[in-house]
T-cell receptor, first 112, second 114 residues
Framework: GQQLNQSPQSMFIQEGEDVSMNCTSS?????WLWYKQDPGEGPVLLIALYKAGELTSNGRLTAQFGITRKDSFLNISASIPSDVGIYFCAGADQGGSEKLVFGKGTKLTVNP | GAVVSQHPSRVICKSGTSVKIECRSLDFQATTMFWYRQFPKQSLMLMATSNEGSKATYEQGVEKDKFLINHASLTLSTLTVTSAHPEDSSFYIC??????????FGPGTRLTVL
């Protein structure tokens, strides 16, 4: 099925560094969502974006909904060890209560 | 708010048996629930979408007779893996949403079929 292009696939960083990951799509989405998944757990919603150009923060996390509605990025500032996990982007045609299209995930490793 | 639970968290069963997984929205009414399957190091794969009181809509390639989905109330959906085989071993995750909000995911159920 349809998937988003999420990059990078994996990242290895030092504690305290900033991180950036992004998702692109060949088609337009009206909602972009970012989730984090810890091993053996379900994804947890980090940030939801509903408007093109929107920039939203959640603590050390910042995400933007691209102007073209075909991309989004997630930044994590001053990373800490508990940021370790897999980050997924997801696109939706409406508000996200319907079918989502997922990226393949970015695996983040933070070295203390 | 927006808490979704799944039960059991892990289950081991013998080949040929059926396994039922429950998904509950604890603090909101879920008009729609989704069932996903996730293989190691892969993304989530949508299996089916269910709306309360109606039949589930299955994604292409998902056998509806093998993966029975029931969404009998606004807070409960069940996935039954019938006549499970080792290749059905996977991590099954549900999500739930109300009409006005996005999806919230359950903690997942690890199914191992021996």
């Amino acid at each position: 099925g349809q998937q988003l292009n999420q990059s990078p696939q994996s990242m290895f960083i030092q504690e305290g560094e900033d991180v950036s990951m992004n998702c692109t799509s060949s088609s337009i989405f009206n909602t972009w969502l970012w989730y984090k998944q810890d091993p053996g757990e379900g994804p947890v919603l980090l940030i939801a974006l509903y408007k093109a150009g929107e920039l939203t923060s959640n603590g050390r996390l910042t995400a933007q909904f691209g102007i073209t509605r075909k991309d989004s990025f997630l930044n994590i500032s001053a990373s800490i060890p508990s940021d370790v996990g897999i980050y997924f982007c997801a696109g939706a045609d409406q508000g996200g209560s319907e079918k989502l299209v997922f990226g393949k995930g970015t695996k983040l490793t933070v070295n203390p | 708010g927006a808490v979704v639970s799944q039960h059991p968290s892990r289950v081991i069963c013998k080949s040929g048996t059926s396994v039922k997984i429950e998904c509950r929205s604890l603090d909101f009414q879920a008009t729609t629930m989704f069932w996903y399957r996730q293989f190691p190091k892969q993304s989530l794969m949508l299996m089916a979408t269910s709306n309360e009181g109606s039949k589930a809509t299955y994604e292409q390639g998902v056998e509806k007779d093998k993966f029975l989905i029931n969404h009998a109330s606004l807070t409960l959906s069940t996935l039954t893996v019938t006549s499970a085989h080792p290749e059905d071993s996977s991590f099954y995750i549900c999500s739930a949403s109300s009409a006005a909000d996005t999806q919230y995911f359950g903690p997942g159920t690890r199914l191992t079929v021996l």
